[in-house]
């Protein structure tokens, strides 16, 4: 007999400590006592503290059962976790507050990641256990995240900085909305095998899973032919046919993009746009990524105005500025010619030189 | 680790090895611990040591795999290197659905942890990028009595393909001021009523819900979900006069920080008298001014939620940020109204859509007036930017008088 089906999830209110679940919709105000720190106050002035750690993601059971421990030592055994995979401690007594930190110091489990710091990387799976990567995901968060973690245990940006990295353009980290996007690519056409194609491949969701129709059915062997000069290697014909591998030692690396938010503050949601379309994959440390990242980083530290977005900071000083001070080359990668690129020129003398 | 001159310890992951190295937590740190246990997933971190050498995933397409009665929850992977890496021959993943808000019991994180050292390779993602628990790795045989001891221990899996995603909420009223309607219940709510579409892939492609408290959309559902709730008031910003003269007084820039930072310029700031003016009609409530003087401000009473469509990252016809299609809407259990209009709408995509054509994509096709006519929803400014600015439009049959037929 197979488990009991369609039961969905454990009922949430049945993990919250019973604080939280008398005060549920009734929350006050808070304050970030300091970097990492929460304290929540309720209409009826019960307070929680909320401490928030960075987390690998990618963890195992051994490591979970640690935050157990801990939570059971100082957090009557309640913790969460975040969307961006942090840890968050709770903690209903105050007085667990400070040995809670500093066991937490003592773990070498760093402490951050609330205000205008940088929190931790949303990403995907990169080379660990996916099929379609262009690049690692633990990989480069973990060297990025070494470099920057700075950035994260102190708030000293001028807004909240959201990094996330996806290892394919099937972003199932869905990056497109983040102030730095780390996104693997493929540069080159896919390898058509077409011995084997028609045995696992159906021809004609093949030929539509192309956004640029680059495909067309080959008549003599029953498979397909790729028009490479139309070819963007997005790669989502190989995830409708393995058939069609585009992976390659030096045709696959890192793009970044700048100036996407998700919030509605100030500014509205925005798309991050291209910064740099080519960094090779340089395991295990990434080390060229990793400067590139920091760059922009420290950039907008020293430009942006205090609450500004990256791309806030970006629409404000111009994109012309944006190249200049960054050092980064533009180039014809960076002009759009997909679905929307005349809304992406310029059709005004206003510019700045 | 290693010592010089110690031949037996030479690793047989060096390049690994150096991401154990630095403050952030290591994942290969976790792997080795995980290895120590179950011997098998150090083929994992010797596999990943290969493509970190050849700089090349080796991972083949899923195969079809499941757990009896659902089309997701599972997904097939295998090494296409079985040859070396036994131990990953097949190393599928099960999504497992989160406690709504991802709150946890040590007790229920404990259980979890052990049925996954029983059935699995130890490692996981807390969590996956869409929320699930992920248990990263097992054999196919190993599916189902995983599957059954997870749901008698009250866990149940997510969705996979061309399914309902697992909806995911920010913490909202369970522990923030600013949710504007119920996130979590919500979500709660939802992932319970439609267990049949999360869990047995029926549609052109993915569908994913997210509910965010309030505009700040800590969950990012403007952006990850083809259905996003944000929540939102639309009545007047409550101000307390004494926090914010307390703010004047410790040296916050009001007339900068706050007032020439809000998009509408809705805002006046009085540097004598320290008062604050809100002109709340042309307040577009950006959330900017209460979450810099939040011990001042606050969303209004009249409480409730957006609704968009569309968002989704680029395959196959770009990225799209979700597009308001009904500004204003109460929310309150059972979410009825909301209910309904997701069972239409998803049978309009299911009757119009392609293979992997996800609904942004469909009313982008098929044209923005189709859809509103087909949800019976009335088209008002608040859903564009601007109007259009080409002579290209459409008039329905029964709104321009037919020419009679010509003899």
Redesign the interface.
């Known amino acids: 007999?197979?488990?009991?089906?369609?039961?969905?999830?454990?009922?949430?209110k049945?993990?919250?400590h019973p604080m939280?679940q008398k005060n549920?919709?009734n929350?006050?105000?808070?304050e970030i006592l300091k970097p990492g720190v929460l304290m929540?106050i309720a209409e009826n002035g019960d307070k929680?503290w909320?401490v928030r750690v960075?987390?690998?993601?990618?963890?195992?059971?051994?490591?979970?059962?640690e935050?157990?421990d801990i939570?059971?030592k100082y957090c009557e055994?309640?913790?969460?976790?975040?969307?961006r995979?942090n840890?968050e401690f709770l903690v209903f007594d105050e007085k667990n507050l400070n040995p809670l930190l500093d066991e937490l110091k003592k773990r070498?489990?760093?402490v951050g990641g609330t205000g205008n710091s940088i929190t931790s990387i949303?990403?995907?799976?990169?080379?660990?256990?996916?099929?379609?990567?262009a690049t690692?995901a633990?990989?480069p968060v973990?060297?990025v995240?070494?470099d920057l973690?700075e950035y994260f245990t102190e708030m000293k940006l001028p807004g909240k900085l959201r990094i996330a990295l996806?290892c394919c353009?099937?972003?199932?980290?869905?990056?497109?909305?983040s102030d730095i996007a780390i996104l693997g690519i493929h540069r080159l056409p896919p390898l058509v095998d077409n011995e084997k194609l028609p045995k696992i491949c159906e021809v004609p969701?093949t030929i539509?899973?192309c956004?640029t129709h680059a495909i067309r059915p080959d008549t003599k062997t029953k498979g397909v032919q790729i028009n490479n000069d139309r070819c963007m290697y997005?790669g989502?014909c190989y995830?409708?046919c393995?058939a069609l591998p585009l992976?390659?030692?030096?045709g696959?690396g890192i793009s970044i993009w700048v100036g996407?938010k998700?919030?509605?503050?100030?500014?509205?949601?925005?798309?991050s746009k291209l910064a740099i379309p080519f960094i090779p994959?340089t395991?295990?440390?990434w080390p060229e990524t990793v400067k590139a990242v920091r760059n922009i980083v420290e950039k907008y530290a020293e430009g942006a105005r205090?609450?500004e977005r990256v791309g806030e900071w970006i629409e404000r000083i111009g994109w012309e500025r944006f190249f200049a001070v960054t050092g980064i080359e533009f180039t014809d990668k960076h002009i759009d010619d997909?679905?929307?690129a005349q809304t992406t020129f310029r059709s005004t003398a206003q510019f700045r030189f | 680790m290693r010592k010089e001159g110690d031949l037996m310890a030479k690793s047989e992951t060096p390049?690994?090895d150096?991401?154990e190295?630095?403050?952030?937590?290591?994942?290969?740190a976790?792997?080795k611990?995980?290895a120590k246990?179950k011997p098998t997933t150090m083929d994992?971190l010797r596999q990943?040591e290969m493509?970190?050498r050849?700089?090349?995933?080796?991972?083949?397409?899923?195969g079809i795999v499941g757990?009896?009665?659902?089309g997701s929850g599972v997904i097939g992977?295998y090494s296409d290197r079985p040859d070396l890496f036994p131990g990953v021959e097949h190393?599928h993943?099960m999504r497992v659905?989160?406690?709504?808000?991802?709150?946890?019991?040590?007790?229920?994180?404990?259980t979890?942890?052990d049925i996954?050292?029983k059935y699995g390779s130890?490692?996981?993602?807390?969590?996956?990028?869409?929320?699930d628990i992920i248990l990263?790795?097992t054999t196919t045989p190993n599916l189902?009595p995983c599957?059954?001891?997870?749901?008698?221990n009250?866990?149940?899996l997510g969705g996979s393909g061309s399914a309902l995603r697992t909806p995911?909420a920010?913490?909202g009223?369970?522990?923030?001021?600013w949710?504007c309607y119920?996130t979590?219940d919500m979500i709660?709510d939802i992932?319970?009523t439609f267990?049949?579409e999360l869990?047995r892939p029926m549609w052109p492609y993915k569908f994913k819900v997210k509910c965010g408290g309030c505009?700040?959309?800590?969950?990012?559902?403007?952006?990850?979900a083809d259905f996003s709730i944000?929540g939102t008031w639309r009545d007047n910003i409550q101000i307390n006069d004494d926090a914010v003269t307390k703010y004047a007084e410790s040296g916050l820039d009001i007339a900068g920080?706050v007032v020439g930072?809000?998009?509408t310029r809705c805002m006046n700031y009085d540097e004598k008298t320290k008062k604050l003016k809100i002109d709340n009609g042309n307040c577009?409530?950006?959330?900017?001014c209460i979450?810099?003087m939040?011990?001042a401000l606050a969303p209004g009473k009249d409480r409730g939620a957006t609704i968009l469509i569309g968002g989704k990252?680029?395959?196959?016809?770009?990225?799209m940020?979700s597009w308001v299609i009904i500004p204003f809407i109460k929310l309150q259990s059972p979410y009825q109204e909301v209910k309904d209009l997701l069972a239409k709408l998803w049978d309009w995509w299911d009757e119009n859509g392609?293979?992997?054509e996800r609904i942004g994509e469909l009313i982008n096709r098929m044209g923005m007036r189709v859809f509103l006519k087909e949800m019976g929803l009335k088209p008002i400014p608040q859903m564009v930017r601007a109007p259009r600015s080409n002579p290209y439009y459409f008039w329905w049959p029964e709104e321009v008088p037919q020419r009679k037929e010509a003899k």
């Open positions: 007999m197979g488990g009991k089906t369609d039961i969905g999830p454990p009922y949430f049945n993990f919250m939280m549920y919709g929350w006050k105000d808070h929540h929680l909320s960075g987390g690998a993601r990618l963890v195992c059971t051994d490591r979970i059962r935050y157990c939570a059971e055994g309640y913790l969460r976790f975040t969307s995979h840890v070498n489990y760093p949303v990403h995907t799976q990169g080379w660990v256990h996916c099929h379609t990567p690692d633990s990989g973990k060297a995240m070494d973690i996806a353009l099937n972003m199932c980290g869905a990056v497109h909305c969701t539509a899973s956004p997005c989502n995830t409708m393995p992976a390659d030692a030096e696959d996407g998700v919030s509605n503050a100030r500014s509205g949601p925005a798309f994959n395991p295990p440390r205090k609450h997909f679905r929307l | 390049l690994l150096e991401l190295k630095g403050p952030w937590p290591s994942f290969v976790d792997i611990m995980a246990r994992l990943l493509s970190y050849d700089k090349v995933g080796h991972w083949k397409h899923g757990v009896r009665g659902y992977r190393f993943t659905n989160m406690p709504t808000g991802w709150f946890y019991t040590t007790k229920a994180l404990r979890v942890c996954w050292d130890g490692m996981t993602n807390f969590h996956g990028s869409t929320g990263l790795g189902q599957f059954d001891e997870l749901s008698a009250g866990f149940d995911s920010c913490i009223p369970g522990r923030c001021e949710a119920d979590l709660n992932t319970h267990q049949m869990h505009p700040n959309d800590c969950v990012a559902s403007i952006a990850r944000i920080e930072m809000c998009p577009t409530r950006c959330m900017h979450n810099v939040h011990h990252a680029p395959i196959l016809e770009g990225a940020i392609k293979m992997r």
